[in-house]
């Protein structure tokens, strides 16, 4: 197979040796704690002392690291040569055969590893009392600069990753037509797909709004909906307006430090989880946040993760121009347990896309997939049973 693609698709596994791993935790063991205010909620100045401390402890003297490594390579891995880039991937041939692609984008701070607990119910629904006929073959690439991509020289925005990707859909894997999904910056790629791309992309699936309309808010709705994203933006995103003008200040800082970069991981999964009626702990589990964490510590995508905020400015940002809307058939899933990323009214989203789908879900934030697997399962399969 690699050697008669042109884009050289080779097999991959995960491989933390021993030597490596053990200087990122020297480096936990090592950590010089700063003071933290004496304060009935932590979480109000940044991660919490307590929480990130126990994790911490966790990591050195609790966390298999191996059994995290084997989970990685639980599914098929590869490679693609795209452009200059060599592309990570899972590529799980389910029940499908091949006839019902499905690629998955992830964002920032999450990975490929989100859709974790989603994969074999939807390549293989048989296994979980559904139908072979609701199957899809699964791609879930890491984007460029994250996990186990390689990392661009200077910031690689979401249009050219969209790029990437459908190149790796059509020409590394050979799907001439596919269906897309994404949350997060992934749904921005899938936006993005879905824009330049439709040729190709039969439908995309969002669990968060990428595009803006071009214009302001157009009903009382859509402004009260706007001056509460504006004022959550004030309190909560000021990450992003570091990463989006000078991401390099955040790299000198969290560079050989694997606590400073857990912690401001670990902050975002906090601030955009469904923690309406669940605690923290109980939404994701150390494991998962610390496996999540490795693959940034491990990989060395700190720098390059905060480099893709930059990217989006330096690509064109998110406004459309006037008249521009992307036409291929659009489904959003409306996971409602974030403060920050909140769902837009439909009408403002429709003036961006060609809304064939919208569900609001009970339960589940900002990732949907890792927090509520089985609703995000579900939502998929409904959707492509819709688009045919």
């Not at 197979?1 to 042109?6: S, T, W």
């Not at 990753?161 to 910056?185: C, E, S, V």
């Amino acid at each position: 197979m690699a050697d008669a693609n042109p884009f050289k698709v080779t097999p991959f596994k995960v491989d933390w040796h021993a030597a490596g791993v053990g200087e990122v935790l020297e480096k936990v063991r090592a950590y010089p704690w700063p003071p933290t205010p004496d304060v009935p909620d932590g979480w109000g100045y940044g991660c919490d002392g307590d929480f990130l401390k126990d994790i911490c402890a966790y990591w050195l003297d609790g966390y298999d690291w191996r059994a995290a490594e084997a989970e990685l390579n639980r599914w098929p891995q590869f490679t693609a040569h795209i452009e200059d880039f060599d592309i990570h991937f899972v590529h799980v041939v389910g029940e499908a055969q091949g006839k019902r692609p499905l690629l998955l984008s992830h964002g920032w701070p999450g990975s490929h590893y989100e859709f974790w607990g989603s994969i074999e119910k939807l390549a293989f629904p048989s296994r979980h009392g559904g139908k072979a006929e609701d199957a899809f073959d699964l791609v879930i690439p890491s984007l460029p600069g994250f996990g186990f991509s390689s990392k661009p020289k200077r910031p690689f925005g979401q249009r050219s990753t969209a790029r990437l990707f459908n190149t790796l859909m059509t020409g590394a894997l050979g799907y001439d037509r596919y269906l897309a999904q994404g949350g997060d910056w992934g749904a921005f790629v899938t936006s993005c797909l879905g824009f330049d791309h439709a040729a190709h992309v039969k439908a995309i699936h969002l669990n968060m709004i990428g595009f803006r309309p071009h214009g302001g808010p157009t009903s009382e709705a859509e402004v009260a909906w706007l001056t509460r994203q504006n004022a959550m933006m004030d309190v909560m995103g000021a990450y992003f307006r570091l990463q989006a003008s000078k991401p390099q200040s955040l790299a000198w800082l969290g560079a050989g430090n694997p606590v400073g970069q857990a912690a401001w991981i670990i902050e975002r999964f906090y601030d955009w989880c469904d923690r309406r009626e669940a605690k923290f702990e109980d939404v994701f589990t150390r494991d998962q946040l610390l496996t999540n964490v490795m693959i940034y510590v491990m990989t060395g995508s700190f720098t390059t993760g905060a480099w893709y905020y930059r990217a989006l400015l330096e690509e064109g940002g998110v406004v459309l121009n006037e008249g521009q809307r992307c036409e291929t058939p659009t489904a959003f899933a409306n996971f409602p347990g974030e403060l920050l990323y909140t769902a837009p009214p439909r009408s403002w989203a429709e003036r961006a896309y060609n809304i064939v789908r919208w569900t609001d879900q009970k339960e589940g934030g900002h990732f949907a997939a890792m927090e509520q697997p089985d609703l995000f399962v579900k939502d998929v399969r409904a959707w492509a049973a819709e688009v045919g």
